[in-house]
């Protein structure tokens, strides 16, 4: 990391900015609004000239946040900034990943072109990888994947007496794995069916030898809270402890904090990869020593 690296953070990632500022670094104003017709007015409050610039913007809502993302970054560029780095915490678009019917997008491959194009280096936590191996099989810039497994070990340690890890789908396996082996504890992966973005069914794996254990869930996203809410009426029908719900990113595209609660959930927490309500996991240690290093 250059020691005279500017850092500019997007309109709530402030809390983000400051972790990399406690690493090094300068943080720099940035102004970025609304023209009446809705158009964003940038500026950057600074000297940027041959520095190394952090823009520290998770991606989550891409859809209103990349453009603005973007022009930030080629604002940093055009006023002479020698490398330009994303710190995006939740990186969104990693959904189609494969063309799985006649004429859809393969949106994950076009979104990756279009942050290779406006930035130099990407830093994340947990991507959704799933039928790409890595982030480089779409990426064109360097890119560095952090993984919250320590500090959701670390929550779960100091929360919960003798967890089982429980994995809702396929997908949720590699955090899974991770987390069950980091806190030396039992894991079991159940099976998804998903018909519609709010239909999903959960299939139980085998939990006789747990029922002593408190079922701890995780999954990488909590979305509409569908995958979490099922999974916790499963683990209901047990006779196990209360579920505690841990997601790695609170996308929370609908009140799923509401909906877990009424499935019989005893508490659902999430990492500060998007700002939340639920955040009690700090990944930003994790992020920030990422980002040192680079
Ligand atoms: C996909 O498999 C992800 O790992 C999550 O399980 C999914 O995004 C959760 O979505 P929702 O909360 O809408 O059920």
Request: hydrophobic residues 45%.
């Amino acid at each position: 990391m250059n020691e005279e690296a500017a850092i500019l953070a997007y309109p709530g990632n402030e809390a983000l900015a400051q972790a990399l500022t406690r690493e090094g670094g300068e943080l720099l104003d940035v102004s970025l609004r609304a023209f009446p017709d809705g158009e964003s007015f940038v500026r950057i409050e600074g000297d940027v000239r041959a520095r190394e610039v952090t823009i520290a913007c998770t991606l989550h809502r891409p859809d209103e946040v990349f453009l603005r993302m973007a022009l930030l970054a080629e604002t940093a560029r055009d006023l002479g900034a020698a490398r330009i780095r994303l710190v995006a915490p939740y990186l969104s678009y990693m959904r189609q990943d494969e063309r799985f019917h006649r004429g859809e997008g393969v949106t994950s491959r076009y979104f990756a072109r279009l942050v290779s194009a406006v930035v130099d280096e990407l830093i994340t936590v947990d991507p959704h990888l799933h039928r790409w191996g890595a982030l480089s099989d779409i990426y064109d810039i360097a890119t560095t994947h952090v993984r919250a497994t320590r500090p959701i070990a670390s929550w779960v340690r100091a929360h919960v007496e003798r967890p089982v890890i429980i994995g809702p789908d396929a997908e949720s396996a590699q955090w899974v794995e991770a987390l069950a082996e980091e806190l030396e504890a039992p894991h079991v992966i159940f099976e998804k069916v998903r018909r519609g973005d709010r239909d999903v069914t959960i299939n139980a794996g085998t939990l006789a030898a747990h029922e002593d254990h408190t079922p701890v869930i995780l999954d990488d996203i909590v979305s509409t809270g569908r995958t979490m809410a099922e999974t916790v009426r499963l683990l209901r029908g047990h006779e196990l402890e209360p579920p505690v719900c841990v997601g790695v990113h609170a996308v929370f595209a609908d009140d799923a904090t509401s909906l877990l609660s009424e499935a019989g959930a005893r508490q659902l927490v999430t990492c500060n990869t998007i700002p939340h309500a639920t955040n009690a996991i700090d990944v930003f240690g994790e992020i920030a020593a990422a980002w040192r290093k680079n």
